[in-house]
Structure formats: structure tokens, C-alpha cells
Nanobody, 125 residues
């Protein structure tokens, strides 16, 4: 049974930082992509950042570039999202997802097979 468990969410003031973790069990991310998504109130779910387990590839939404950093510890089977300079518009439920395909020159493609339950991030002004 594959399980993805997010943690690290919480409430923070604008300008603050949080680090989200996504611990995977029953899953080997080898040669696959993992992704952070978020769903803001009243908005559609959006991709925040993606990372290829084989190394050398990350992708960020324009809205978080320069503020968020995605990383992965393959030994711990855990993905992270370091979020700095948080803004009220970053308030959302954050989800991790796994098992997208990776293709050279294209990046992470296709749907994710596995999803976590989400962790809430609230940024106050």
C-alpha cells in the first residue's frame, strides 16, 4: 500500500517560512517525478513545484519562483518544500503527489498516481 503523508503546514505571518515534508511509504520514486500541488480557496488545484528523483530537474510555478525550493531525500523517501517569503496568497491546502513520468527535454509529464491527504498552510497579513 502506497501512502504519502504531508506534514509541516501551519499558520504563519506574511514574510515567514515553512517547510513541508512528504513522507512516502510503500513507494519507490526511482526515475519518477514527485510534485507539490496546492488548492487555494475558491481556486482550481495548481502545480507548485516538481522534482525528478534521478536528479537535475526541478520546475516551479511562476508565482513561487525564487521563494520556494523543492528537494528530495531519496534515502528517506521524503520530499520537501521550503517556502520562504510567504504571502497571504500562498494560503492553501498543499498536497504531494507521486509517480509522474519523466522525459528528457520535456520534464515531468502525465498524471500523478498517488496523492497525500494534504496539509493546510495559512499566511496572514
Amino acid at each position: 500500500l502506497v501512502q504519502l503523508v504531508e506534514s509541516g503546514g501551519g499558520s504563519v505571518q506574511a514574510g515567514g517560512s515553512l517547510r513541508l515534508s512528504c513522507a512516502a511509504s510503500g513507494y519507490n520514486a526511482r526515475n519518477k517525478c514527485m510534485t507539490w500541488w496546492r488548492q487555494r480557496p475558491g481556486k482550481e488545484r495548481e502545480e507548485v513545484a516538481a522534482i525528478y528523483s534521478g536528479g537535475g530537474y526541478t520546475k516551479y510555478a511562476d508565482s513561487v519562483k525564487g521563494r520556494f525550493t523543492i528537494s528530495q531525500d531519496n534515502a528517506k523517501n521524503t520530499m520537501y518544500l521550503q517556502m520562504n517569503s510567504l504571502k497571504p496568497e500562498d494560503t492553501a491546502m498543499y498536497y504531494c503527489a507521486a509517480d509522474r513520468e519523466y522525459h528528457d527535454y520535456i520534464g515531468c509529464v502525465g498524471p500523478s498516481t498517488y496523492w497525500g491527504q494534504g496539509t493546510q498552510v495559512t499566511v496572514s497579513s
